[in-house]
């Protein structure tokens, strides 16, 4: 990366972020009813434009493949025309949810007579960093849209055609309407875009990052606008002991095999000494002919060896990872504290589950452990904006400030103080 | 700055980071009865300690009379046995507000029966960067108490002894009533320190700097935690045509005039052209006789002109500055639409106030300003945690993530989803 390629892409993400704040502060105004119609405007517009769009996710899959790209991303990134159906699905969803603007957040009267009250605006420009699938594209300027936001976009190279003819015929669809095309950008150049995009302090109000861990990390390392870090999970199931074994097998079964490659889904089981006979068994020689590797320590290892069951020893490494797929670290622990200070250690605050009968136990558990989602017999794959009700998820996030779990359209808005007076001046 | 005195600051960072964490952890299962209590004792002990405190005290302004500190400075520096107790009282205020942790901020029972519910817990550990008030020491570390926080202050040199005495007496306070005196710890190394807290990842939940532009800036650049940006304040008076004219002259003088060192303090004087022979040739003599420094476009400067008040011409420095004395810059707008895309272009997102008799024009400017607060027939100078209610104020944000406006205890605080269900799995 040369100086000159550095100040060419800060010049074009800075146009770019220009383009984008003038587009907000007219979506900033646009009423829920003509921010659903563009909506719908997008989804008939992606449909009409199937053919192109399939034809341009074509050229990225034959590079895809010339380039050996994983069977598993070429899946990912592959668009049908009943993919791009529901695509546009997508789109007419987001119609019919709730605006998230405007709705007033708390409000009082002051004893002197000013009203305030605490009003929910758009962010303004949210730069949206993520990588193969090119739905996201869409769903990311569907969920600016609604929630009155200009979004900057930057899909991952093996996306570059698809995500253009997306973008492309969604602007089209946007000025046809006279509306601003700016509300969706995308940003197609290399790196240092990146780095320009989340360093835009002044232009860019919001950047998240959806991605892989050195995705993530990349980006909250280099920003200096606000980030909402999304979706590391390293989430254990804690077995205590007394808990119902059945629902026990049940809920740890789940939460490693439903979908492995999510970051809901169960990296860690954590069983208590007392728990151990009536769960490990049967559940370890379930997790093995579901294909999942094991990971055990020395007492979970005795389990296994007597039915058999092959596992490796369990490392630090496998404490810590986020495996995304059919592998998973299992121990036995002496107590429910024990579990905590584990997870305290290994947890990445994701989706942390108790499976317990006893209720002084759930509560300790939900007081002491720290992380967006805590569950009290219930697999980590129900934390999902979907299956919360919230009818659109931006990701989960995994940070403190701002939004903990599943994301939708609220954690894309700020808020603004109005205080209306009749002349009141402090004294 | 050598490498040595780097690593040396960052162990010593991390170490306070980790009991710091470790003190949180109990600081969050604390119940509301508990924190008051120690709040209360807190209060005695630095009361108590008040002679200490003030011996201190003096020899931070025994040094500071040596550096020539201007006499401001050295004001806001001083403690006496006064403000020692109005110190401990706003520690006593604190026991009498609400505990944010625990509430409830929305919660559902899905069709599956999954009962979530999204309740209030503390950041963890916050980080707090400040300069000269050694009164901010005792304020952060009474919020972080309150908000179930562990503090890690960092204040200014030039009250190194004062903030030593506080943070040690409360220390002592803490550990007497039983409670982790690392709730509250002081770092008063170099600027490495300043560098390794805004940097320790996984240790810091949250960093807010209290100062002057230069420190934010340096920290929000320079930071990898989630950062709160507070209070820089270049905020606007515009006054519509048809306003009051008596109404725009006290709003616009209170503005200006009431406390001009703080952050919501009007620096710009916007005037629509058809009220301006209404409200400036007065409104410019009281300023100017309030001792106010008048920087004039040329259509305001007109005004001035024929009164005699004195005034210099305006320049883009005049424009963008946070005065933060008594200087204001002032000009004549032909509409309400070029008052918006000034303000747009030189304001700080704090507090931007509209004076009008207009109930579209109104609307108009509280939709289409982007800032924390937005103001209409009002002074600026209400923009503040006390003025709004919350009974305790740790900045203003201007950030646009987590936090916007007057911060107070809910603003210390994150969330966490708790999931309680009876065995559900995803199919």
Known sequence: MTTTHTSTADARVRAAGERA??????????????????????????????????????????????????QSLQ?????TSGRVEAIAAALRDLAGLADPVGEVVRGSTLPNGLQIRQVRVPMGVVGMIYEARPNVTVDAAGLGLKSGNAMILRGGSAAADSNAVLVATMRRALEERDLPADAVQLLSGGRDEVTALITARGLVDLVI?????????????????????????????????????????????????????????????????????AVLPGLLADLHDAGVVLDLDARAAAYADRSGTPYRAVTEQAWAAEFHGLEMSVGVLDSLEDAIAHIDRY????????????????????????????????????TDGGEFGFG????????????????????????????????????
């Open 347 to 382: 947890g990445t605050g994701h989706t942390e589950v108790i499976v317990t009968e006893d209720r002084a136990r759930a509560r300790q558990f939900v007081a002491q452990v720290d992380a967006a989602v805590v569950m009290v017999n219930a697999s980590s794959r129900f």
């Open 392 to 427: 659109a998820e931006i990701g989960i996030s995994t940070q403190k400030l701002h939004a903990r779990g599943p994301m939708a359209l609220q954690e894309l808005t700020s808020t603004k103080w109005v205080v209306e007076g009749d002349g009141q001046i402090r004294r």
């Open 75 to 79: 899946d990912r990134l592959r668009l």
């Open 209 to 277: 990052p959806r991605g892989g861990a050195d995705l993530i990390r990349t980006v909250v390392l280099g920003a200096t606008v606000p980030v909402i870090e999304t979706g590391i999970g390293n989430c254990h199931v804690y077995v205590d002991a007394g808990a119902d074994a059945v629902m026990a097998r049940d809920i740890a079964f789940n939460a490693k095999t439903q979908r492995p490659s999510v970051c809901n889904a169960a990296e860690s089981l954590l069983v208590h000494r007392d728990a151990a006979g």
């Open 21 to 70: 704040h003038a587009a907000s502060r007219r979506l900033a105004l646009l009423s829920r009813a003509e921010k659903d119609a563009a909506l719908m405007a997008l989804a008939d517009a992606v449909v009409a434009a199937s053919d192109d769009i399939v034809r341009a996710n074509a050229s990225d899959l034959r590079r895809g493949a010339e380039a050996d790209m994983p």
